[in-house]
């Protein structure tokens, strides 16, 4: 069972770069094939709009902002607008094509306790969500973690999340008897309106491509476990959803000077790209909360003034084409002027708000959907629509919170799940009480390799990963403080196991066989972390993280000198490693 981790670690790394390099593949494969066109795309203003949804979208569920309790509303905006007052929105700065970038958009994590949420080589801490019955809300001082302002925003949050945990479950219901009725009247199986058999072939081909590559990327997290088998019963069909983490995003059109336009179908302006989200177990639902800012008014009585002159104006250049195309128009046609004035406006007003498109994932036959929301208003995201579709987010003309609440991978995202793999690594390791002296339990190649990939991974996805996203969660809460601090003496311990594995592999009574096994793992493990060191080194180092304030650049944690007389092993492994080779070279 270890082996297999340990396999499926190193392979999971490189198939995260593999399906990077398919999707642009196929990205730069469709754009040629589009060349000048565009694939149409439906708003509700279009005809068609409901059959469409109905047909290639039947995964997504609008509700609108009345669904929602009453008081809801003003206490999950009030928390949005906390989180932002507080500063505890913030841009990550995330890894993409083997080089550091800001997100457009501000972040946060909230949920449950002791869970994490990664995407592109980042794992976000939760701020733990307050609510009655829930432990772990506390530091180690049992005092809160989190101040009273913070404490009801969390709250508030979760409150929602417990509204999406029933609502999503009833949809879904729903939308079940409704299409198994649909099933029965109509027995035949046919493609959908407007596709032929040829680019349902495709689409069939894409979809088991993409599968392929979800399964790459669901377990490319860096994690050392596979990812649970799909075969599982999803969350919305073995019972009651549970959404275990909301990510909070806040966007703002005005500071985000570099909007690209949507390339497959022209829908106007992304916030974000299209994507599948990821990390989050198969076929689990998605919800999400939209609130869009009211705009603030630079100069309200000025506006207000030259409101009133443009509307007087409006009416006397209105009232005069009336009269002038009264002379030789016919009714019809001033009808029909009108209604195609109407249809613009309606455009325009579709486009000034926030919406969220979707298409079928790497196809340019489908038509796409794009659906306005109102602010208040909610989306899920249910079946298998996040696996077979893609969405995008795209900008309106008010700034912008959404609060997307997932379900997402506990197997390996969990501090539950890292304090346990720490005290598998240090079972191995026996203290002898009266001469206070360490030593390895057990040499079996297996086991070490086990501890080595263990000690990687605490370093490079734990204690790095939460270091480098600055000191930014000791400011908003504690929760966190005391188990990172805890995971650093274990961490200490496994340099430790290390360096009483370098004292065998280099003692000559060490039987050879053994010996040389011995020393290919540690090598390898050594020449791993040495590399993994100095690309977080880097960027640390990186020009994107000078320009960040104190309390939120990346800090190069754990670091220490070589000569450090507290620490096992020097911080560069160079040396080892030319130790260890020459070893084998023997």
Known sequence: MKLRQRKQYFRNMKR?????????????RLIQELGEQRTPYLSPADPGFQELWDSSYAGLALRQSSALPDGLHERVQSALRTLQRRGCLLRDLVRVRDRDVFTAVSRALVGQPGHTYRYLDTRLFTIPWHCEGEEGQKDEKDK??????????CKALWELNQFFCSDVKQQTNARGVKRSRSDTENSEDTPGEGMCEESVKDRLL?????????????????CSHSSPPSS??????????????TLINYMDTTAMTQLKEE?????????VGWHHDENLVPLSPVAVYSYSCPAEPKNEGATEKDGEGQSKEKQKQKQKETETEGEGTSKEELKKEEGEGSEKEEVQKEKACWRVGLKVAWDIHTPGLALPLQSGDCYYMTDDLNRT????????????FSSTHRVVQCCTG????????????????HTDPEKNTKSLKSLLPSTLQHIEDIHN??????????????????RFCSWWTKPMEQMEKDWKEMERMTQLLLAVVEDENTAQENRREMADILLNALTDRQQHRQTWRDRCQSSLAQTLPPEEAPVDRPYWSNEDPDMPLPFDLSEIINRVESLLWR
């Not at 809160?144 to 925003?153: E, H, K, Y």
């Not at 979809?207 to 860096?222: F, I, N």
Request: with cysteine.
């Open 16 to 28: 995260s770069d593999d399906s990077e390099r398919e999707k642009r593949r196929k990205r730069r």
């Open 144 to 153: 809160p973690c989190c101040d009273s302002d913070l404490r009801d925003a």
């Open 206 to 222: 894409e979809e088991k491509q993409e599968e392929e590559e979800e399964e790459e990327e669901d377990s490319g997290q860096g």
């Open 232 to 245: 599982a019963l999803p969350p919305d069909v073995a019972g009651l959803v549970q959404f275990n983490i």
């Open 263 to 271: 390339p497959y179908y022209g829908m106007g302006k992304m916030a």
């Open 389 to 400: 579709h893609q969405h995008c987010v795209l900008a309106g003309d008010t700034a912008r």
């Open 414 to 429: 969990t501090l539950d799940y890292i304090q346990k793999r720490s005290s598998e690594a240090l079972e191995n390791l």
């Open 457 to 474: 991974e605490v370093e490079f996805e734990w204690l790095r990963q939460y270091w480098f996203q600055g000191r930014r969660f000791a």
